[in-house]
């Protein structure tokens, strides 16, 4: 143990900085992959049962290790490339879908402090991040060298484009409730109890960040970009194996992060819900403010997956509609209201 | 050494590289992909100022919107690049006396003499709580009010301009009405009829299908 603090004095002080920095982002991605394993097992099951089925329940103790033979499978699979694909694109897609899926987790606060980088500009950065991510689906669908991912690409460019301007919007009304762009600050403007989180003062811009965020993920009843009744799987048509493999990350990884957005911003984040009750709050201070942040995050996953078992998906042309003559309208209004509701300091949320 | 000049070098590179990769590479969707790789590095640049906010917009307008469109047109391009290349030779003379005059103007105006430090002080540093969204807003929204709302106004007429100019409705296309698509009810569309068993029996047969 001595010999161990020893070595780590005689790191420079630069370097132990940037080692401390991996272990953190470490400590996070590791998580969320984990996580993501463990998602499209409970999507089976969750769907298995919302269809009175029972879903994988051979490999492992009722089903458990399946994502994990799921991995396995995928990473031992054949990547097969098209010809006259653009090889370098075609094989950096992927990565393109995924990285900014797992960076934008930088600035999520998990409790009061635990960050990873506690930025003024922290919304910012996470709209900017997300707006990232087309890069992967647009680019798998040219590089591919074929019509069906070529018109899921063309389908995700433009229906992210519309939803990213809806999203945005949500979040300006977030900004302009927290009156600040850092998380943390966020979720503390939201500190009293249950009804002083933002979902009831910005209860329209909650629908619309959770319902353009089903969007941006590309999970159903928005899931026009992979089609697999119309253009067969979309984008990721011609990917196998462990190529494949990173989209279905991305994805997943992207509904995460979602969740864990709409829970910080609307939901107050590591809030405990019974704050501000006289005697369940009491009886509740030991709850680490991380384990609010995840419950609050299985609330929303599961949303995602109650969503793909219920709705049919939506038609093009709807699905422009609602972004573009719905969702922005209502955006623009609730702005305004919010706006003369912090001018009236209206009470409990803006006084 | 500090870390900051060794980035400052590494994004520069980057966004040169990127910027002549731009004009040179003959696939137009391969320029636009290296014009997002030049807007990537000069938000990293921008970072290193110590302008954040516009950095993370630059990324947010630029790269997340303006060129996703700007990709969406020139994958549908399906232009034959040759004609395009022909009287390369011919054009050249024009082209050179033009880029000349340019580069000359340019040195003209930003050329050596006019920076270094004796000319232009470094920017005073500031503390890890300087807030450089809260200080753009504090000066856009009060100094600059009335030149901010005029841009917004000439950029929406310029919008409307642009709908106005594409907007064509041809007699000939079918588009649904989605306002009477909404509104419409069950009972405008399927009659329940209830009518007696023609026939002992053939209920049960239907049911086991």
Do not use: C
């Not at chain 2, 290193?48 to 997340?64: C, D, I, N, R, S």
């Amino acid at each position: 143990m001595e010999t161990l603090l020893a070595v780590w004095e005689a790191i420079p002080e630069t370097w132990q900085n940037l080692l401390w920095i991996i272990v953190k982002i470490l400590a996070i991605a590791v998580p969320i992959m984990l996580a993501v394993a463990y998602l499209t097992l409970a999507e089976r099951k969750v769907i298995g049962y919302i269809q009175v089925r029972i879903g994988p329940n051979r490999v492992g103790p009722r089903g458990l290790l399946q994502p994990i033979a799921d991995g396995l499978k995928l990473a031992l699979k054949e990547i097969i490339i098209p010809t006259r694909a653009n090889r370098f694109l075609f094989l950096m897609a992927p990565l393109l879908a995924l990285a900014p899926a797992l960076a934008a987790w930088a600035v999520v606060p998990f409790d009061d402090g635990m960050v990873l980088a506690d930025i003024s500009a922290g919304l910012l950065y996470v709209l900017a991040l997300t707006s990232l991510s087309v890069y992967g689906i647009i680019i798998a669908g040219w590089a591919s060298n074929s019509k069906y991912a070529f018109l899921g690409a063309m389908r995700s460019a433009a229906q992210m484009v519309a939803y990213e301007i809806a999203m945005g919007f949500a979040l300006v009304g977030v900004l302009m409730a927290a009156g600040s762009l850092n998380l943390g600050e966020i979720v503390r403007a939201q500190e009293g109890s249950l009804l002083h989180w933002f979902w009831l003062p910005l209860l329209p811009l909650f629908f619309v960040y959770f319902i353009s965020g089903v969007a941006e993920t590309n999970r159903a009843p928005f899931d026009v970009a992979e089609g697999e009744s119309e253009i067969v799987a979309g984008f990721h048509v011609e990917y196998s194996g462990m190529s494949f493999a990173l989209f279905f990350l991305a994805e997943y990884a992207n509904m995460i992060l979602i969740s864990a957005l709409t829970a910080v911003m609307f939901l107050g984040g590591w809030l405990s819900p019974f704050q501000g009750i006289p005697g369940l709050e009491d009886l509740f201070a030991w709850v680490p403010g991380i384990v609010w942040l995840l419950l609050k995050m299985s609330v929303f996953l599961f949303l995602f997956l109650w969503f793909r078992a219920t709705f049919p998906r939506y038609r093009y042309d709807q699905i422009m509609r609602l972004g573009w003559k719905v969702f922005i309208p209502i955006t623009i209004v609730w702005l305004l209201v919010i706006g003369v509701a912090i001018m009236a300091h209206l009470g409990p949320w803006f006084d | 050494m500090s870390i900051e000049p060794v980035l400052f070098y590494i994004f520069s590179a980057v966004l040169v590289f990127a910027a002549v990769m731009v004009i040179a590479v003959r696939n137009p969707v391969f320029a636009a992909l290296f014009l997002v790789l030049a807007f990537f590095n000069s938000a990293a640049l921008w970072l290193l100022l110590e302008a954040e906010f516009l950095a993370l917009v630059l990324v947010l307008v630029y790269v997340g919107a303006v060129m996703v469109l700007f990709l969406f047109v020139v994958m549908m391009l399906d232009i034959n690049l040759t004609p395009l290349r022909e009287g390369f030779i011919k054009y050249m003379p024009v082209g050179l006396v033009v880029a000349v005059i340019m580069l000359l103007e340019i040195a003209v105006v930003v050329g050596p003499e006019n920076f270094g430090l004796d000319q232009v002080a470094p920017p005073p540093r500031h503390g890890a709580d300087y807030n450089n969204t809260a200080e753009l807003g504090s000066v856009l929204y009060t100094v600059y009010a009335y030149p901010f709302e005029i841009a917004a106004v000439i950029l929406l007429v310029a919008i409307v301009a642009a709908i106005s100019l594409t907007l064509r409705r041809r007699p000939q296309t079918k588009y649904q009405n989605p306002a009477e698509q909404v509104l419409v009810r069950r009972e405008d569309r399927v009659r329940l009829v209830k009518m007696e068993a023609e026939k002992a029996g053939s209920a049960e047969g239907a049911e086991g299908d």
